[in-house]
T-cell receptor, first 113, second 114 residues
Framework: GDSVTQTEGLVTLTKGLPVMLNCTYQ??????LFWYVQHLNEAPKLLLK?????KRTEHQGFYATLHKSSSSFHLQKSSVQLSDSALYFC????????????FGTGTTVSVSP | DPKIIQKPKYLVAVTGSEKILICEQY?????MYWYRQSAKKPLEFMFS???????DNQTASSRFQPQSSKKNHLDLQITALKPDDSATYFC?????????????FGSGTRLTVL
């Protein structure tokens, strides 16, 4: 069935360092991929969503590229800030209607000074 | 102003009781959803509705019943509550179901079952 895999449960790093969060997916349909961010005690909200195959999409310093050849949509940022500490979810939507967003298990990012 | 209103924000219930979680969205969206978040399953899809019609149900238990009285309402009735039902329940909506649609989430109802 359709699924999303996030391999890191927790990523801890120091302010100013780069980060990459892994996301791979499995589906037989045409996929749309999303990254949602959830800060402590808040609701999840959209960070960015995929564009066409092999095209980079960016928002708020974060970027990701959908690679259908490897079924991946990894999230990256070149220099993390303290405010980036949050829970990050990768999510899959398929074009065939009726299906809701399928979320990965999430990666907690903890940034220290 | 919040565009998706969930009530109550916090809810404490006793085992075996029944509760209703309220959700109203003012985004003019046609699709609405319920998700559950707990330590065991970070964001678990429960139900999706499109134009007030149930489209997908991934909840194994019939104790969870969504109710859509109006296009912009999707309440969640939970009967015979169990401690395992303790979680934060998020309502969400999107312009339409599926595809590249962005989901917008409410602030959640945190349910604790004693």
């Amino acid at each position: 069935g359709d699924s999303v895999t996030q391999t890191e449960g927790l990523v801890t790093l120091t302010k100013g360092l780069p980060v990459m969060l892994n996301c791979t997916y499995q589906t037989t349909y045409s996929p749309f991929l999303f990254w949602y961010v959830q800060h402590l005690n808040e609701a999840p909200k959209l960070l960015l969503k995929s564009s066409t195959d092999n095209k980079r999409t960016e928002h708020q310093g974060f970027y990701a590229t959908l690679h259908k050849s490897s079924s991946s949509f990894h999230l990256q940022k070149s220099s993390v800030q303290l405010s980036d500490s949050a829970l990050y979810f990768c999510a899959l939507s398929i074009y065939q209607g009726g299906r809701a967003l399928i979320f990965g298990t999430g990666t907690t990012v903890s940034v220290s000074p | 102003d919040p565009k998706i209103i969930q009530k109550p924000k916090y809810l404490v219930a006793v085992t075996g009781s029944e509760k209703i979680l309220i959700c109203e969205q003012y985004l003019g969206h046609n699709a609405m959803y319920w998700y559950r978040q707990s330590a065991k399953k970070p964001l678990e899809f429960m139900f999706s509705y499109s134009y007030q019609k149930l489209m997908d149900n991934q909840t194994a238990s019939s104790r969870f019943q969504p109710q859509s009285s109006k296009k912009n309402h999707l309440d969640l009735q939970i009967t015979a509550l169990k401690p395992d039902d303790s979680a934060t329940y998020f309502c969400a909506s999107s312009h339409r179901l599926g595809g590249a649609e962005t989901l917008y989430f409410g602030s959640g109802t945190r349910l604790t079952v004693l």
